[in-house]
Structures are given as C-alpha cells and as structure tokens.
C-alpha cells in the first residue's frame, strides 16, 4: 500500500520540485542568494500562485456552488419534511430522486464546494514529501527528486527564513526562534483560514439562506477547521505553512475579488455593489428586469381583485305565498 501510494504521489512531487526549481532559478537570476531562505521562501510562494491561478474556475465553481446550497435550502427542507417519518425503502428512494433533481436543475452539489480543496490536496502532499525529503537527498540516503539533486537539497535544507530553516517544525524544534517562526504561521494560517470563511457567510449570503441546518453546520466548520489546523500546524514544516498561510491569502483576495464583482442576489454584498454602482450613476444590473417583473405582478394581483368583485343584482321582488293576490291585481280591482 505505501508503495502504491509513493508511486501515486511521486509525479506531483516531481512537479513541485520543478516548478519551485524553475522559480528558484529565476530569483538566483535577478542575483537573490541561492542559499537564502529568501529564495527558497519565495519559491514556495512561486508554486502557490502557479497552482492557484491554474484553479481559478475550480474556485468561481466553488463560490457558485455553496452560494447554489445556501439558496437552495428551503427547497431540501421541504422534501425532507415530506418524506419525514418515512422510513420505507421506496419513501427513501423518492426523497433521494427528488433531492437530485433538485441539485441538477439549480446545477450544484454538495461536493462542488469540496472540488478546489480536494484538487489542492496532492500538491500540498507533493510539498511536504519534498521538504521533509530535503535531509535525507543532501545526504545521500535517498534518491533525489527531479531537479533537487543532493546539491541542490542541501542549500535548500540550510537555507533559513528569519532564523530558521524551511524544513524544521514545531515539534522536535531545537531554537526559540524556530517555534516562534511556526507558531506565528500557524496563527497566520488559522486566521486567514477563519476570515475566508467568514466572508463568504456573512457577506455573500441573503438572511434567508443563513438560517437554515447547512447554514449552521458551515458555521460549526468556519469556527473547528481553525483549531484543527493549528493543532495539526505543529507536525508541519515551515515551508508547507508558509504554502498554506500564501494559499489562504490568495483564497481570501480571490474570494473577496468574486464576492465583490458578483454576489448572490439578496446578500449584503449584492446590497454594497448596487449602492456603489448607483453613486457613479451607471445602470444596476437586472434592476430594469426586477421593475418590470414587479409592475406584471402588480397587474395580475389588480387583475384578480377585480375578477374577485362581482356586480350588485337588483332585488327582486317577494314571492307571495299560496292565496295571497299579486300587487298588480289589487291595483285593478281598485
């Protein structure tokens, strides 16, 4: 099974090495020292924005498709209090077509949101084999990697950022200046990691679409998912959180980028972007359409209101009963 998995993971790392290479190269060029940390640093952050502007539709797929979740909640209660209670295999299946339906006709999942972090995941994987392989190329006793010969892996192995050197972690760590390195990455990296997060529920999300049990567990996720990286943050070397900490800022920017330009209909961010566009006096987007579906609406409730109100029928006159003479009879008798 571990050679299996090497052999899966081994042309990503691969990739890794050359692109960081690549950039490493191209900063030793515009006369960086090649043994700096600075070089090496700069490298990882090389690799970032190649991978993540690679990803950039994956991630306006993923904003689209948690904001299509959010939006699409009260239609998934409905079907599951339809179904509530019903615990038969046909009532399950139903609910399940009808759930899918649902997901193909508004064009979303539940794993579109998932897509970007799970395409992410090897090259985060190729990152930390290559780190914490940097001792053992320098020194001989394993193969080395693409382009990170054993020359290439020593200056990388004792190349420093801020006093301490991109494959050291917090645990096993032998200076100071080491864990205070980590352990500020760390806080950097849960930051970013929460603020991302925050962002997208709070300023991209209509009220309506935040109360509701996925709004909640997001929430849940937005406040656990920090911790659970600064706990594992100590098992990390410092070039894979300097990777993870520039990732987040450039989720955050990017995010913070689409939000801006296109938010969901009724969020807070869709509210900002109408008030901006009305100061500079150019047309709000669809506002023509909303006016005009209004005034149809109008129409067809004024419509229904006068069908709703019908005539006044003169009354008519009182039937008299058996015996009795009609009016018009006494008359001519008179």
């Keep these: 099974m571990g050679d299996f998995f090497n052999s899966l993971l081994y042309p990503i790392e691969l990739l890794v090495a050359w692109i960081m290479y690549g950039f490493h190269q191209a900063f030793t060029t515009i006369g960086l020292d090649p043994a700096s940390g600075l070089a090496w640093g700069l490298s990882i952050i090389g690799l970032v924005i190649v991978m993540r502007a690679a990803m950039i539709p994956l991630f306006v797929k993923q904003i689209n498709a948690s904001r299509k979740m959010q939006m699409i909640q009260p239609e998934l209660q409905k079907i599951q209090k339809k179904y509530k209670g019903k615990t038969d295999p046909e009532s399950r299946q139903a609910m399940t077509q009808e759930t899918m339906a649902l997901y193909r006709q508004e064009g979303t999942n539940p794993f579109s949101s998932c897509l970007p972090i799970l395409v992410q995941s090897p090259f985060f994987f190729g990152l930390f084999r290559v780190l914490n392989g940097l001792q053992g190329i320098s020194e001989g006793t394993k193969d080395p990697i693409g382009p990170i010969t054993k020359a290439v892996a020593s200056q990388a192995e004792s190349a420093t950022l801020f006093g301490a050197q991109l494959s050291d972690k917090f645990i096993g760590a032998e200076t100071t200046t080491t864990k205070i390195v980590t352990i500020l990455l760390i806080v950097l990296m849960s930051a970013t990691t929460f603020t991302t997060q925050r962002q997208l529920m709070t300023k991209n999300m209509p009220a309506s679409a935040l109360d509701n049990p996925f709004a909640k567990q997001q929430k849940l996720i937005m406040y656990v998912m920090p911790v659970v990286f600064a706990v594992s943050g100590v098992n990390f070397p410092i070039g894979v959180l300097l990777y993870w900490f520039t990732t987040n800022v450039w989720s955050m920017t990017q995010q913070f980028y689409v939000i801006r330009r296109m938010p969901a209909p009724g969020s807070a961010a869709e509210k900002a972007l109408h008030e901006r566009l ?57």
């Design 278 to 334: 009305a100061k500079r006096g150019k047309p709000i987007p669809g506002e023509a359409e909303r006016k005009a579906r209004e005034a149809a609406e109008a129409e067809e409730a004024a419509e229904r209101t006068r069908q709703r109100v019908q005539p006044k029928g003169k009354k008519r006159a009182k039937k008299s009963g058996p015996g009795s003479t009609p009016a018009k009879a006494k008359q001519t008798d008179n």
